[in-house]
């Protein structure tokens, strides 16, 4: 039993961190999140691809990438493997440059600029100036990302409101 210390160790730090047992509230909470957990699934994914569909026919807006597109490249093996819809992210470049990227974060309301997914908000980042910052700007275009590229995250909000907090921001772009 070469690894029995370390079992030891897991267990009790575990018991004095967080007690034997989950309280009441907490318990509460938790089957709340799990009994709902697919209808929030749903309501995401439908409002991602109902915002890249909106989005692809936006003015201001270049490429949309969500492979819930009939135009993405991956939309027939999207179609094969994801049985019941194609995800709550989806990334899009604004026509313009780095600066109107920013611009547009910052002009939004709903939105939050945060670099979480899956959340019940619908959040959004810039990856060059977040995740992938820290690569030369030769390394970002190699890995497809783009100056004025933005990721969004959908979430549960009603579709019109993250559509209106979007148009809002694109008339300040």
Do not use: C
Request: no cysteine.
């Amino acid at each position: 039993l070469p690894n029995i210390a370390f079992a030891i160790r897991a267990r009790v730090e575990g018991l004095r961190d967080f007690g034997p047992a989950l309280s009441p509230f907490n318990s509460f909470q938790l089957i709340q999140g799990l009994e709902t957990l697919s209808l929030r699934v749903e309501r995401t994914v439908k409002n991602a691809l109902e915002l890249a569909n909106w989005l692809e026919q936006h003015p201001k807006v270049e490429t949309v990438n969500y492979p819930g597109l009939e135009s993405s490249s991956y939309h027939i093996l999207a179609k094969k493997y994801f049985k019941r819809g194609f995800g709550g992210v989806l990334s899009f470049t604004l026509k313009g440059k780095k600066e109107d990227a920013a611009t547009f974060i910052d002009n939004l309301k709903l939105v939050s600029h945060l670099a979480n997914v899956g959340d019940a908000k619908t959040l959004i980042i810039q990856p060059a100036a977040t995740t992938h910052q820290q690569l030369t700007d030769e390394e970002q275009l190699a890995a497809g990302v783009l100056p004025n590229l933005l990721r969004i995250s959908s979430g549960i909000e009603h579709i019109d409101d993250i559509k209106a907090d979007l148009e809002a921001a694109f008339t300040n772009v």
